[in-house]
């Protein structure tokens, strides 16, 4: 268990829905980061809060948004939802944020765009 | 820009068997490079990293990687691989945006035969 949960574990909509990913980091840690994982792009970097702060942005979609919350828990929103945004999206914590740290995910939200 | 590569989509091994899986990386000075293990239904778990220092990292789970400048790879070994390695394996290194983040290759599919 890495301490890092994600909530739903799996997510059943439809194209031009809005949904809501939630993340809580492990304990301490002060930095969320977001990836969508599919089979055409592999795993890509979405982005980055550090302490309430967007620290670093990705490869996300306009539609896409996120933030985290004074208790550092992180949501990310998804609109509009297109067949492609099927993927599996994970959260990470770090505790300071930067890239030369080790990275702690959680299991993931599938979500599945009909 | 992405700037490592997995040259293998999948290797396949015998149980019992060295196996390595391969990475090679592009960056000027030293690099910061990781990897990482995916088990089915699951999250990332960080294996081990390569900062600085002896060019051969011992990690989780009787994982090593060997860095070598000269031929810019930082490959991932083990001396006797078994069914329960069998994952997908990735190599990062932090060349995100801002270098806060890691930047994940496409992944290696790991297939240990029994």
């Known amino acids: 268990d890495s301490g890092v949960t994600q909530t739903p574990k799996h997510l059943i909509t439809a194209t031009g829905q809005r949904v809501t990913l939630r993340c809580s980091p492990r304990s301490g840690d002060l930095s969320v980061y977001w990836y969508q994982q599919s089979l055409d792009q592999g795993l890509q970097f979405l982005i980055q809060?550090?302490?309430?702060?967007?620290?670093a942005k990705g490869n996300i979609l306009e539609r896409f948004s996120a933030q985290q919350f004074p208790d550092l828990h992180s949501e990310l929103n998804l609109s509009s939802l297109e067949l492609g945004d099927s993927a599996l999206y994970f959260c990470a914590s770090s505790v300071e944020g930067e890239g030369r740290e080790k990275l702690f995910f959680g299991s993931g939200t599938q979500l599945s765009v009909l | 820009a992405q700037s490592v590569a997995q040259p293998e989509d999948q290797v396949n091994v015998a149980e019992g068997n060295p196996l390595t899986v391969k990475c090679t990386y592009s960056?000027?000075?030293?690099?910061?490079l990781f990897w990482y293990v995916q088990y089915p239904n699951r999250g990332l778990q960080f294996l081990l990293k390569?900062?600085?220092?002896?060019?051969l990292v011992k990690g989780s789970y009787g994982f090593e990687a060997e860095f070598n400048k000269s031929q810019t790879s930082f490959h991932l070994k083990k001396p006797s691989a078994l069914v329960s390695d069998s994952a997908l394996y990735f190599c990062a290194d932090p060349s995100g945006a801002g270098s806060y983040q890691l930047t994940f290759g496409k992944g290696t599919k790991l297939s240990v035969i029994p």
């Open positions: 809060y550090y302490n309430g702060e967007e620290r």
């Open positions: 390569y900062i600085t220092g002896d060019n």
């Open positions: 960056v000027s000075g030293n690099p910061y």
